[in-house]
């Protein structure tokens, strides 16, 4: 079954605590994507990653870190800087092509809270 | 700034009616256009992509896009109680960074 997987499904964080959310695809998809949605709020780009071992800033990357060791593999670590991290946090994938009609799709979240 | 707009709703239609959400954009230049369904502390799901203007049908969907006007709706015909979601547009305007997704409309179908 080829697909996004996220964990956990929900986290939750300390106050100056640094954690990290998993993502993992099987759809040899080159770009990878991490997202966070806010109650009524469109989706907003953190990060994004075209290839293996280069990725770029979203609109809204402070507080923020990823890396991209392994096609597969695009986490997201959310550090203390991030004062206001309780959100869904969504990863997606896409081809890779660059292109108008690149599409994405998404894996099935990960809630953050903070305790 | 490039905006996708649609009104949040709830948009409320009885079951076997036609459901119509719509979206505007302003980026002159986008090119592709995504319609997403998400249910309630869901992920989004890919319902339909349209690139040119004109109809898109699959199944009781159809998607439909006017560029002069910068307008992109969907119809789901023969509404059920499982269609209640948000659905989100999506509309990229060149390459990865160029996606912007509006905030949603609730549809509630009525059984």
């Known amino acids: 079954d080829g697909g996004i997987t996220q964990s956990p499904k929900y986290l939750f964080r300390k106050e100056g605590q640094n954690v990290t959310l998993s993502c993992e695809q099987n759809?040899?998809?080159?770009?990878m994507y991490w997202y966070r949605q806010d109650p009524g709020q469109g989706l907003r780009l953190i990060y994004y990653s075209q290839i293996v071992n280069d990725f770029q800033k979203g609109d809204i990357a402070e507080g923020y870190s990823v890396s991209r060791e392994k096609k597969e593999s695009f986490p997201l670590t959310v550090t203390s800087a991030q004062k206001n991290p309780t959100a869904f946090y969504l990863c997606?994938?896409?081809?890779?092509?660059?292109?108008?009609?690149?599409?994405?799709?998404f894996g099935p979240g990960t809630r953050l809270l903070v305790l | 700034q490039k905006e996708v707009e649609q009104n949040s709703g709830p948009l409320s239609v009885p079951e076997g009616a036609i459901a119509s959400l719509n979206c505007t954009y302003s980026?002159?230049?986008?090119?592709?256009f995504f319609w997403y369904r998400q249910y309630s502390g869901k992920s989004p799901e890919l319902i339909m992509s349209i690139y040119s203007n004109g109809d898109k049908e699959d199944g009781r969907f159809t998607a439909q896009l006017n560029k002069a006007s910068q307008y992109v709706s969907l119809l789901i015909r023969d509404s059920q109680p499982s269609d209640s979601a948000t659905y989100l547009c999506?509309?990229?305007?060149?390459?990865?960074?160029?996606?912007?997704f509006g905030t949603g409309t609730k549809l509630q179908v009525i059984p």
């Open positions: 997606a994938s896409s081809e890779g092509l660059a292109g108008f009609q690149e599409t994405q799709y």
């Open positions: 999506a509309v990229n305007s060149g390459g990865y960074q160029k996606v912007t």
């Open positions: 759809l040899n998809h080159d770009a």
């Open positions: 980026d002159r230049v986008s090119q592709s």
